[in-house]
């Protein structure tokens, strides 16, 4: 974080009053920014942090509706990513720049950001007139269609930030599970590492009941009979500890009796943590395709995939 703090010290001392600042992980760098020595500056200037829009969608839901610029009131149609198209153009100075000498490499790079700021200023004038004039156009365009809906389904501009509120309440209240839903993972995860435990302590038990026959038999050594002892001492050992364990927390709950694999109980709790892993792979999954889609956008590269609607061979 040293790069991004010093760079708000910069911005801090060279401009005054409100600010707001696009980061790709703004979302997680105001709790550095506020706890570093720029803390008091932060709020002083009250800086609005926004997460640029491309980045934003990979980004979970609840985090978009506090950061995404779709939702920060004076973003307008800003979506912040100039530095990546900055960086984007940059790109061509690579083939140009491979084979040069130390010199005129560092004089290339310099020259392209000079003409690059240069370009920019001169077309500032123009780009903000067209984000006016496409605003104006999306206001006059848009509240026809706003009113038309607000006819139909009763609803007001207050109604709209009340959704807002209650979307980002529910999510909030989604951190956490339920109790009913935590008490009975727990439970089963021990119930779980019970069985394991159980498994692991018989099966050592049976082995260390035929030590005598491996040993004549089998013709097994010192070694091998240290190992097979001392697994059915720490395999038992792990099992009471386990079981003491278990045993506690059902005490703590009100469990007067262990739920076993033919209880109703038990029935519903394994479909419980079923479709609560699938839940969480599904997440994931989803969020690592968005992830995926959005970098082969930005490399121009949508659609090159392979086609999974043809029969693989």
Known sequence: MKYPLAIMAYLYDTYEGEMGIGYDIMCAFIKTLLRSSLGRKTVGIRLRGVVPAFHGHAHNRECQLGWHPMYVEGAGLEDFEECERTFCLSNNLASCTRLASPFHRQQQIDEHFHFHDFDKHAASGNFIFQN??????????????????????????????????????????????????????????????????????????????????????????????????????????????????????????????????????????????????????????????????????????????????????
């Open 132 to 313: 006016y004039r496409q605003s104006v156009e999306k206001v006059a365009l848009n509240s026809v269609k706003l009113r038309a809906i607000e006819e139909q389904l009763h609803t007001t501009a207050a109604d709209y930030e009340q959704d807002l509120k209650d979307e980002r309440n529910h999510l909030e209240g989604l951190k956490h599970e339920p109790p009913e839903v935590a008490r009975t993972v727990e439970y089963m995860e021990l119930l779980g590492k019970h069985e394991v435990a159980s498994g692991a302590s018989i099966k050592a038990a049976q082995e260390f009941n035929r030590l005598d026959h491996l040993i004549v038999l089998e013709g097994i050594q010192k070694k091998e009979i240290a190992a097979i002892r001392t697994r059915y001492r720490t395999t038992y050992t792990r099992l009471l500890l386990v079981d003491e364990e278990l045993s506690r927390y059902e005490v703590e709950h009100g469990h007067a009796v262990r739920w076993t694999r033919d209880l109703p109980q038990y029935k519903e709790a394994v479909t419980l943590m079923s479709q609560r892993r699938y839940r969480l792979a599904l997440d994931k999954l989803e969020r690592l395709t968005v992830q995926r889609l959005l970098e082969l956008t930005k490399l121009s590269m949508s659609g090159v995939g392979e086609s999974w609607s043809q029969p693989l061979i």
